[in-house]
């Protein structure tokens, strides 16, 4: 399997970019490419359009990736490091950003079948629990919980509430060091991949989406899974070590332009929120 690029010895912020291919009506209207990726040297290169002479505009990133890079490569070179740093105690955050309709939820959640097109979200899970399965046992416990919320018209819902018209409130406490946090959100205790899973797919389902012109299932709201890893290790001398840490897996709604979505009523409202 790919290497992570990326060191995991580093406290750092790191930006990736990633480019889908054409879609079908993209082909139907004769659309062109005119993205340029160059994962070797980390650049995107846009030609002008037409018959401009103006020479490509070039942009550098941490790491691109094409339209031909597979799930399991975007995410063993960008995510896993991730998620085994979260194993330590430490706290981290994947998150998509983009104009909507190009692919940041099909990157995060990718799809269930066949399982070589599952996004970063799912495969997060399996790499947690094959690594809990490794070394849980002989003094080392772990304690796994899951929540889920979305950020929709600038409210705060709760997505593994059965009551869909839920509302919450953002809080903060700096007396104990948890900062901000939000108030009455659910949290499971989840033991296997497949009960993540399961808490994912109720939580989409209540998850806010519409169609527009450039994107039949457009994200309308902001979502964040967030996993926290608590582990307890009783060492030899008999004390204990506990840490604990965060992965927040956030898909963000595209940003668009109301003349390219023709987004009108609740989608313009939306629209106006998201951006």
Do not use: W
Request: aromatic fraction near 6%.
């Amino acid at each position: 399997a790919p290497q992570s690029v990326m060191p995991k010895s580093e406290e750092t912020v790191r930006v990736v970019v990633r480019c889908r291919p054409l879609n079908s009506t993209e082909k139907t209207d004769g659309r062109e490419k005119i993205v340029d990726m160059d994962p070797t040297m980390g650049s995107v290169s846009l030609k002008p359009t037409g018959n401009s002479a103006e020479p490509p505009k070039t942009f550098t990133f941490d790491q691109v990736y094409n339209d031909k890079t597979a799930q399991e490569t975007l995410y063993q070179q960008t995510a896993a490091h991730i998620v085994d740093s979260v194993l330590e105690g430490f706290n981290g955050t994947i998150f998509a950003y983009g104009q909507t309709g190009t692919g940041k939820t099909f990157t995060m959640e990718g799809v269930n079948e066949p399982p070589e097109l599952r996004g970063i979200i799912p495969r997060a899970f399996n790499q947690i629990f094959e690594r809990i399965a490794v070394r849980a046992g002989e003094g080392m416990e772990f304690l796994v919980r899951a929540s889920y919320l979305e950020i929709y018209n600038e409210e705060i819902r709760d997505l593994l509430n059965k009551s869909t018209a839920n509302k919450l409130e953002l809080k903060e406490d700096p007396s104990s060091g948890s900062g901000v946090y939000v108030k009455d959100l659910t949290s499971y205790v989840v033991k296997t991949t497949r009960e993540c899973d399961k808490l994912r797919d109720f939580g989409a389902k209540n998850r806010h989406v519409g169609a527009t012109a450039m994107n039949q299932d457009s994200s309308r709201s902001h979502s964040i899974y967030t996993i926290t890893v608590e582990s307890c290790e009783t060492r030899a001398d008999g004390t204990t070590a506990i840490r604990m840490g965060k992965l927040n897996l956030v898909d963000l709604a595209g940003s668009e332009r109301q003349s390219k979505t023709q987004a009108t009523g609740d989608r313009l409202k939306e629209a106006t929120k998201i951006n």
